[in-house]
Structures are given as structure tokens and as C-alpha cells.
């Protein structure tokens, strides 16, 4: 079945730098890819998506990135702000039967 | 803006005992998701639906735990005797994902039961 590594579980960056979180899966037939944001006691919340059929995706100082040769995905913040302190996850999934598998995700810490 | 929505918030239940928490995810989305989230890991997935059928539910714990989604709507998820193995946050999630790929998840508030 599906795999998802994500990677790093933690990042510390200091504000206003740019973060990024890779995760790469292991079924070359997932075709949805969701980055989902979750502050500390609170809900998962989506904050960006991309399909297969593209390959990047902006939202503001949100972007992702996906390599289907290599089977890995990228979530890129720049210019990061104390708000943007939270746990990400990845996910990817295929169309046939709309399972969402998990990757561990990442602890993302914005320094003063 | 329609939400997904849980009960109870939080539960507190012996060891033995039985719980159950309750989901109504949004009107008119075919997929439903109940995972349970332990402090500091992922989501794991428990059981989905399409509609009332199960898709997937190799990952709940059979002996103990059930969920049903009789009329495709609402859910609820069981577990009978609750363990102290068991306390975590507990969420329901729900997507349209119908004929059209897939689509976002959007999470209930989440049960936390505690088990003791």
C-alpha cells in the first residue's frame, strides 16, 4: 500500500526566512496531494492542494511542488511570521477510493 | 460556513467502560473519516465510509471498537470496554469525493477522551 515519509520532523527557522517540508510516497498512482496545518489543540486544517497533472501551486507566501518521477512533494513558506508556528502534514491519495495516507508530519518553529 | 460537527468535546470514562462519540459531517459530503490523533503524531485512520459502507477498516481495533453509518449521514464510533491505551483526541473528517477525484478533508472539532 501507500507510504508517506515526510521530512523534517522538526524545522526551526528564524522569521521572515523560508521553510520548506518534503514529503515523498510511494504509489505512482496517488494523484491528490494536500498539506494540512494544525496549531496546538486544534483541528487539521487544509492550507494548500495539488493534483497530478500540475506540478506547482502558489497560494501567497504558500507554494507546493510536485515531482512525479521521483514521487516527492515540497511545501515552501516564505517570508515566515510567528503564525505560521504550527504542526504541517502531508498526504497523498488516489482517486479510486479517496483514502488520505498520512505523513508524521513536521514541527515548524519561527524564531523571533 | 457549514462545519463538521462532534460530540461530545471532551470525555472522561473509567477503564472497562464503554464510549461512544457522535459525528455529522457536512451535508451532502460522501466520505467520512474517524481517525484518532495521539499527542505529537499523525492522524490515523480507523474507519472511512462511502456513504454507509465501510472502504477501509483494517486499522480499527475489532475486538473493542465499531462504527456505523446507517443512513450515509451521520456516524458514530464505539468502543466497548475502553482501554487506558485509548485516550486521544479522536476526529471526524468528511469530503465531497464524489465522481469528481478527490477533494478537501474538513475535520470536526475532535472528542479528547481520557481514559482512566
Known amino acids: 500500500g501507500e507510504n508517506v515519509e515526510q521530512h523534517p520532523s522538526t524545522l526551526s527557522v528564524q522569521e521572515g526566512d523560508s521553510a520548506v517540508i518534503k514529503c515523498t510516497y510511494s504509489d505512482s498512482a496517488s494523484n491528490y496531494f494536500p498539506w494540512y496545518k494544525q496549531e496546538l489543540g486544534k483541528r487539521p486544517q487544509l492550507i494548500i492542494d495539488?493534483?497530478?497533472n500540475v506540478g506547482e501551486k502558489k497560494d501567497q507566501r504558500i507554494a507546493v511542488t510536485l515531482n512525479k518521477t521521483a514521487k516527492h512533494f515540497s511545501l515552501h513558506i516564505t517570508e515566515t511570521q510567528p503564525e505560521d508556528s504550527a504542526v504541517y502534514f502531508c498526504?497523498?491519495?488516489?482517486?479510486?477510493?479517496?483514502?488520505?495516507?498520512w505523513g508524521a508530519g513536521t514541527k515548524l518553529i519561527i524564531k523571533p | 460556513e457549514a462545519e463538521v460537527a462532534q460530540s461530545p468535546r471532551y470525555k472522561i470514562t473509567e477503564k472497562s467502560q464503554a464510549v461512544a462519540f457522535w459525528c455529522d459531517p457536512i451535508s451532502g459530503h460522501a466520505t467520512l473519516y474517524w481517525y484518532r490523533q495521539i499527542l505529537g503524531q499523525g492522524p490515523e485512520l480507523l474507519v472511512q465510509f462511502q456513504d454507509e459502507s465501510v472502504v477501509d477498516d483494517s486499522q480499527l481495533p475489532k475486538d473493542r471498537f465499531s462504527a456505523e453509518r446507517l443512513k450515509g449521514v451521520d456516524s458514530t464510533l464505539k468502543i466497548q470496554p475502553a482501554e487506558l491505551g485509548d485516550s486521544a483526541m479522536y476526529l471526524c473528517?468528511?469530503?465531497?469525493?464524489?465522481?469528481?477525484?478527490?477533494?478537501?478533508?474538513?475535520f470536526g472539532q475532535g472528542t479528547r477522551l481520557t481514559v482512566v
Open positions: 473528517a468528511s469530503s465531497l469525493a464524489r465522481g469528481t477525484g478527490n477533494t478537501e478533508a474538513f
Open positions: 498526504a497523498a491519495s488516489k482517486g479510486s477510493n479517496y483514502q488520505l495516507i
Open positions: 495539488i493534483r497530478s
